[in-house]
């Protein structure tokens, strides 16, 4: 089966500052690759997503890229603010019409300094 | 729409007890999955569901079981509960291949301690 890791598993940066996510997966025929948001005690929640068709993706101050060949996939969250600070999940699926299992990665806990 | 409904929230079992997770969702998905999460071990996937009567394994199946009777319901067991399987336990759902729908919509988790 296909797996996700994920890397740092903490980070800290100070508000304003950038921060970046990465992930590696094993199988080669993963094509989708969502990014979830958990907050403290609540539950994940997708805030963006790429396909492997697409190389980078944007929404407001955050962004995926992905690199098929090297098979890895980052989030990239810019101008951080308090409220970002949360546990970020990347997962990676298969499937040709649609996706049956997500393998999540470890996580990583964002802590954004006032 | 409530989404998706976990079950109970909290639980204290005994080791050797045995006890059903509930899952329902009332957006007419597809598919549905039960995961657990221990701190740095992220979400694994315990048994999902790609339509009604139907079951497949995940990641770490063992020492579970699960039933789809009704579409809007996926249940999770423990036949025997063990410490090891002390966890946070997440339902999630789905729409399928008509729908287009790749987000999963995950319930707020129930937290299982086995003693």
């Known amino acids: 089966g296909e797996n996700v890791e994920q890397h740092p598993s903490t980070l800290s940066v100070q508000e304003g500052d950038s921060a970046v996510i990465k992930c590696t997966y094993s199988?080669?025929?993963?094509?989708?690759f969502p990014w979830y948001k958990q907050e403290l005690g609540k539950r994940p929640q997708l805030i963006i997503d790429i396909r492997s068709n697409v190389g980078e993706k944007k929404d407001q101050r955050i962004a995926v890229t992905l690199n098929k060949t090297a098979k890895h996939f980052s989030l990239h969250i810019t101008e951080t603010q308090p409220e970002d600070s949360a546990v970020y999940f990347c997962a990676a699926t298969t499937g040709r019409y649609n996706f049956n299992k997500f393998y999540f990665g470890s996580g990583t806990k964002l802590n954004v300094k006032p | 729409n409530a989404g998706v409904t976990q079950t109970p929230k909290f639980r204290v079992l005994k080791t050797g007890q045995s006890m059903t997770l509930l899952c329902a969702q009332d957006m007419n998905h597809e598919y549905m999955y039960w995961y657990r999460q221990d701190p740095g071990m992220g979400l694994r996937l315990i048994h999902y569901?790609?339509?009604?009567?139907?079951?497949a394994k995940g990641e770490v199946p063992d020492g579970y079981n699960v039933s789809r009777l009704k579409k809007q319901n996926f249940l999770l067991g423990l036949e025997s509960a063990a410490p090891s399987q002390t966890s946070v336990y997440f339902c999630a759902s789905r729409g399928g291949v008509r729908t287009g729908a790749n987000v999963l919509t995950f319930g707020a988790g129930s937290r299982l301690t086995v003693l």
């Open positions: 199988d080669s025929a993963s094509n989708y």
């Open positions: 569901s790609v339509g009604e009567g139907t079951t």
